[in-house]
């Protein structure tokens, strides 16, 4: 068994069972968003959080320790993203990934937005024209430093 059975495990579980990621970070105590990250195998859970994993999939011991090993992060199957959603983002960054470098950097200076120290809160937006999809994403600001 390896990170990407357990993975399949979860989902194919979460499926049959009709579970929800929401119910799921209640249980665990932490946002949907990292939650859902981590069940898709880009976070480690402590030995608790696995052990409650284990509960409300029904894992074997195997992969619940698993599910407590850092994990390969960014495991896109390929460079440029193939499924329409995650493509999307793709998009995004290609169309807008300059201008927040530009905007970050007039107003921050020289560094990055940090995706470790950083959280993210997605929602529904109720629109007439459409629901609107809303992401808040949250990272804190790393200067680079001279030396």
């Known amino acids: 068994m390896n990170r990407n059975d357990v993975t399949e495990l979860i989902i194919e579980t979460k499926i049959r069972?009709?579970?929800?990621?929401?119910?799921?970070?209640?249980?665990?105590?932490?946002?949907?968003?990292?939650?859902?990250?981590?069940?898709?195998?880009?976070?480690?859970?402590?030995?608790?959080?696995?052990?409650?994993?284990?509960?409300?999939?029904?894992?074997?011991?195997e992969a619940v320790a698993l599910l407590q090993v850092v994990p390969y992060k960014g495991s896109l199957p390929t460079?440029?993203?193939?499924?329409?959603?995650?493509?999307?983002?793709?998009?995004?960054?290609?169309?807008?990934?300059?201008?927040?470098?530009e905007l970050i950097h007039e107003e921050f200076g020289d560094g990055i937005m940090?995706?470790?120290?950083?959280?993210?809160?997605?929602?529904?937006?109720?629109?007439?024209?459409?629901?609107r999809v809303n992401i808040v994403m949250s990272g804190k600001f790393l200067p680079y430093k001279t030396y």
């Not at 009709?18 to 119910?23: H, R, S």
């Not at 793709?90 to 169309?95: A, F, K, S, T």
């Not at 959280?119 to 937006?125: A, I, N, V, Y």
């Open 114 to 131: 940090s995706a470790i120290d950083f959280k993210m809160d997605l929602k529904r937006e109720p629109n007439a024209a459409g629901d």
């Open 79 to 101: 460079s440029v993203p193939t499924d329409p959603l995650i493509y999307r983002f793709y998009e995004l960054i290609n169309v807008y990934g300059m201008t927040f470098k």
């Open 17 to 61: 069972k009709g579970i929800k990621w929401t119910d799921v970070a209640k249980k665990i105590g932490l946002s949907k968003e990292w939650v859902t990250a981590g069940c898709l195998g880009q976070m480690t859970f402590d030995k608790k959080q696995a052990a409650t994993l284990g509960k409300i999939f029904g894992l074997p011991p």
